[in-house]
């Protein structure tokens, strides 16, 4: 049954690639210069460098593939719901999607800022997946189509992207801090997705992409550098997690979490250093 308001439907066809831009096409240095697959001041030792940018490979096959794949199909079933005039199914398929996409910004705010634009566009947002929501949750709720189907043909520019890209441990753990500083940022701006209440699970699944990214590819390599520092980032993570805990964002006092997250950014930034890496920048979001 159609419980959209009526409104033309539109047909647009998949343009695969039309957005596979150069901008699109490889992950960002992770704020370095000079050799893309070398960050400048590349130290750590050839064996330390070999087994985490090794994890880091096997971290993009074994956890963020089977995600990708979940998030295009996840789209797909968005923009079909929205196409039979299923609001209560669009709504849903919109959070099963929002759920992976927000655990996979670990690896892709930092590291593929042109996407993260296209998809995750806020609090303006004229494309990505708060476009979609701005329309499915308002009071009178519209057909999205278009815009979902933008959506659709991003995430499948994303899949063809990814496939093609390399991740090395310095991508990752540049990616994980400065997503853990992000996260402080949306709560001070009211959380990422008002319209639809799922501001808190945003942050939540940040916070699954950010730890998963610690345990696979970092945490027994810091800890065996610096045991205490290890602590330090395993006891962060539970401390957010109680925060967000809360039943909704608004019983989370926005300046204490901001401090929170800015703790864990920058212990894994000293993680960086302890590793051998420079420590990156985790305030140039996106840049």
């Not at 050839?46 to 096997?58: I, P, Q, V, W």
């Not at 992409?209 to 330090?232: C, M, T």
């Amino acid at each position: 049954m159609a419980v959209f308001s009526p409104s033309r439907r539109l047909s647009v066809a998949l343009a695969l690639g039309l957005m596979a831009t150069a901008h699109f096409a490889l992950p960002l240095t992770a704020h370095a210069a000079g050799d893309p697959t070398k960050p400048a001041t590349y130290a750590p030792d050839d064996a330390l460098l070999t087994l985490l940018d090794g994890r880091a490979a096997a971290f993009k096959e074994q956890v963020a593939a089977p995600d990708i794949q979940a998030i295009v199909a996840g789209v797909e079933r968005l923009a079909a719901s929205i196409q039979q005039g299923d609001l209560a199914g669009s709504r849903q398929a919109w959070i099963d999607a929002r759920v992976i996409w927000a655990r996979c910004e670990a690896f892709t705010a930092d590291l593929f800022p042109g996407l993260e634009k296209a998809m995750n566009q806020w609090p303006d947002a004229t494309t990505g997946f708060h476009a979609v929501e701005a329309k499915l949750y308002a009071q009178m709720p519209q057909e999205p189509l278009q815009e979902a189907q933008q959506l659709v043909d991003s995430a499948h520019t994303y899949e063809h992207v990814f496939a093609q890209s390399k991740f090395t441990g310095y991508y990752l753990i540049a990616g994980a801090s400065t997503l853990a500083y992000e996260m402080g940022e949306s709560v001070n701006e009211g959380g990422e997705s008002p319209a639809s209440g799922n501001s808190l699970s945003d942050l939540r699944y940040n916070l699954e992409g950010v730890e998963r990214i610690w345990r696979f590819v970092f945490a027994d390599s810091v800890r065996a550098k610096k045991h205490y520092l290890a602590e330090q980032i395993d006891e962060q993570i539970l401390t957010i997690r109680g925060m967000l805990g809360a039943t909704s964002l608004d019983q989370i006092q926005p300046d204490a979490f901001h401090r929170e997250a800015e703790k864990l950014a920058s212990q894994l930034a000293n993680a960086s250093v302890v590793l051998g890496w420079r420590a990156p920048d985790y305030t140039d979001i996106g840049e």
